[in-house]
C-alpha cells in the first residue's frame, strides 16, 4: 500500500468516525460467486456514500473499490482510493476509464466497482430516482463476467447528536436486466427499515458529550430556590 493510498484512507476513517455515531450492517452478506468482479449499484444520497462503500468492502469483503468520479480533477488524490476520471465533457476519457476498468477486473477479478445509476446527489425524500436500466445492460456487455449487487445506504437519527448509516445488500445476480430500479428500491426499504437490534456495527463513531458527560454534581447550583 502506497503512502497516498494509507493517507487517503486515513483522512477517509476519520471522517466517518466524525460525521456518524456509527455505522452499520443490516441483514445477511449473500455469498459471491468466486474470482468475479462485482458491480455494486447504490443510490446516492449523502456526500459519504463512496467512503462508506469503501468501509463495507474493507471490513466485509476484503475487496479493493473501483469507482468513476466526475469531478476526479478538481479531487484527484481520490486516485490513491480507486478513483478514475469520469468527465461528462470528455469521451476520450472517459473510454479510457472503461478500459481501465475492463483490465483490471482481468487483472484483479476480486475488484469492486461501485455505481450511482441515478447520476447524482439528491434528497433522501426523493426515494430513489428514475434511471435507464438500458444504460446498465450496455454497461454488462462491456463487463460480461461481472456480478451485479443491489446496495442500500440510509442515514438516520436513533436518538443521539450523531446520525447512523445503515448499509445493506440484496441478492446479487449474474448480468443486468434493465430491471434494476425495482431492486435497488426494494433493498434501499429493506436498509431503512431495519431495526437497531437487526444489525452489526462495522465502524464507531464518536460519542457526543451527552453521552459521557455526567455534570450532576452542579446541580445544587442551579436547582429552582
Not at 150 to 156: A, E, L, R, Y
Not at 197 to 221: M, Q
Request: aromatic share 14%.
Amino acid at each position: 500500500m502506497s503512502w497516498a493510498n494509507t493517507l487517503v484512507e486515513h483522512l477517509m476513517l476519520r471522517d466517518l468516525r466524525k460525521q456518524f455515531r456509527r455505522v452499520c450492517w443490516v441483514g445477511d452478506l449473500p455469498d459471491f460467486p468466486a474470482n468475479q468482479p462485482l458491480i455494486l449499484y447504490t443510490n446516492h444520497h449523502s456526500f459519504y456514500d463512496g467512503y462508506l462503500i469503501w468501509l463495507m468492502a474493507q471490513r466485509l469483503l476484503n475487496r479493493p473499490v473501483l469507482t468513476w468520479m466526475e469531478e476526479w480533477d478538481r479531487f484527484p488524490f481520490f486516485g490513491a482510493s480507486g478513483a478514475l476520471p469520469f468527465p461528462p465533457d470528455d469521451a476520450k476519457r472517459r473510454a479510457a476509464t472503461l478500459r481501465h476498468t475492463a483490465r483490471l477486473f482481468r487483472e484483479k477479478p476480486e475488484t469492486l466497482l461501485f455505481y450511482f445509476p441515478e447520476g447524482k446527489l439528491h434528497r433522501p425524500e426523493e426515494g430513489i430516482l428514475p434511471f435507464d436500466g438500458e444504460v446498465l445492460v450496455r454497461l454488462n456487455r462491456l463487463f460480461p463476467a461481472a456480478c451485479w449487487w443491489p446496495f442500500g445506504i440510509h442515514v438516520t437519527w436513533w436518538g443521539e447528536a450523531l446520525p447512523t448509516a445503515l448499509l445493506g445488500g440484496g441478492r446479487p445476480h449474474p448480468q443486468a436486466t434493465g430491471a434494476e430500479h425495482a431492486q435497488l428500491e426494494a433493498v434501499w426499504h429493506t436498509v431503512r427499515s431495519a431495526a437497531p437490534e437487526n444489525t452489526r456495527v462495522l465502524l464507531e463513531g464518536h460519542a457526543s458529550p451527552n453521552e459521557s458527560w455526567n455534570l450532576s454534581f452542579l446541580r445544587r447550583f442551579f436547582a429552582p430556590s
